[in-house]
């Protein structure tokens, strides 16, 4: 794609999440357009399907959470994983903290999270490739609804296990039913408005929790 921000700019409208009005981000309006647009790129670009666009349930409530507790990141070097449009990380670099990576492997995830960092005044670093494996140079890492289906949660919760051995680790769930049941503690939880195209439903149940080593 020669012109990412183009694209983003294009395919949606300034708008704010139900949970974090403070923020402003590029979202899709409607998921039919976008998800065409992009996927129309998916054989010869191999782009991933737009969830950069969309304020995903797990992400408010991080970024809920972390805005009203601006003493939990405050000069802290942060790690927005799966960050899709960033706005987790967007929350803690308004709250305070030191540096904001984000990272997705999705580069339009990571240019959209750029974008939604310079409409509000704000700074986040993009980090690039899979960072499954690899442990981090932050004091928080964060992600949100990472365990949408068992392959995936099988990868990552031993990692995010690993990295809170040196870390906080904090996970936000949509209800997932391959999120982890134990080894962890629940900081908040709330019942966050959904659509029926994105999750089949109109609420979602959803917790934060950290994740115990």
């Given at each position: 794609?020669?012109?990412?921000?183009?694209?983003?700019?294009?395919?949606?409208?300034?708008?704010?999440?139900?949970?974090?009005?403070?923020?402003?981000?590029?979202?899709?309006?409607?998921?039919?357009?976008?998800?065409?647009?992009?996927?129309?790129?998916?054989?010869?670009?191999?782009?991933?399907?737009?969830?950069?666009?969309?304020?995903?349930?797990?992400?408010?409530?991080?970024?809920?959470?972390?805005?009203?507790?601006?003493?939990?990141?405050?000069?802290?070097?942060?790690?927005?994983?799966?960050?899709?449009?960033?706005?987790?990380?967007?929350?803690?670099?308004?709250?305070?903290?030191?540096?904001?990576?984000?990272?997705?492997?999705?580069?339009?995830?990571?240019?959209?999270?750029?974008?939604?960092?310079?409409?509000?005044?704000?700074?986040?670093?993009?980090?690039?490739?899979?960072?499954?494996?690899?442990?981090?140079?932050?004091?928080?890492?964060?992600?949100?609804?990472?365990?949408?289906?068992?392959?995936?949660?099988?990868?990552?919760?031993?990692?995010?296990?690993?990295?809170?051995?040196?870390?906080?680790?904090?996970?936000?769930?949509?209800?997932?039913?391959?999120?982890?049941?134990?080894?962890?503690?629940?900081?908040?939880?709330?019942?966050?408005p959904t659509t029926m195209e994105l999750e089949g439903k109109t609420t979602r149940e959803t917790r934060l929790c950290r994740i115990l080593p």
């Amino acid at each position: 794609m020669k012109d990412p921000a183009a694209f983003i700019v294009s395919q949606t409208s300034i708008e704010t999440a139900p949970l974090v009005p403070e923020l402003r981000l590029h979202l899709a309006t409607e998921i039919t357009p976008i998800w065409q647009a992009t996927e129309s790129h998916l054989a010869e670009m191999n782009i991933e399907p737009p969830f950069w666009a969309f304020a995903w349930p797990g992400s408010q409530l991080l970024a809920r959470w972390i805005l009203d507790h601006p003493e939990s990141v405050r000069d802290k070097r942060v790690l927005d994983f799966a960050c899709g449009g960033g706005l987790a990380g967007l929350a803690c670099a308004k709250a305070g903290a030191s540096e904001v990576l984000v990272n997705d492997i999705d580069p339009l995830a990571l240019d959209a999270a750029q974008l939604n960092a310079t409409l509000n005044g704000l700074r986040v670093t993009p980090l690039h490739g899979d960072q499954i494996g690899k442990v981090p140079p932050v004091d928080l890492l964060l992600c949100g609804d990472v365990c949408y289906n068992q392959p995936m949660a099988d990868r990552i919760i031993p990692w995010l296990r690993r990295c809170a051995q040196d870390m906080e680790v904090w996970m936000a769930d949509p209800g997932r039913p391959y999120a982890p049941k134990d080894g962890i503690d629940i900081l908040s939880s709330a019942t966050l408005p959904t659509t029926m195209e994105l999750e089949g439903k109109t609420t979602r149940e959803t917790r934060l929790c950290r994740i115990l080593p």
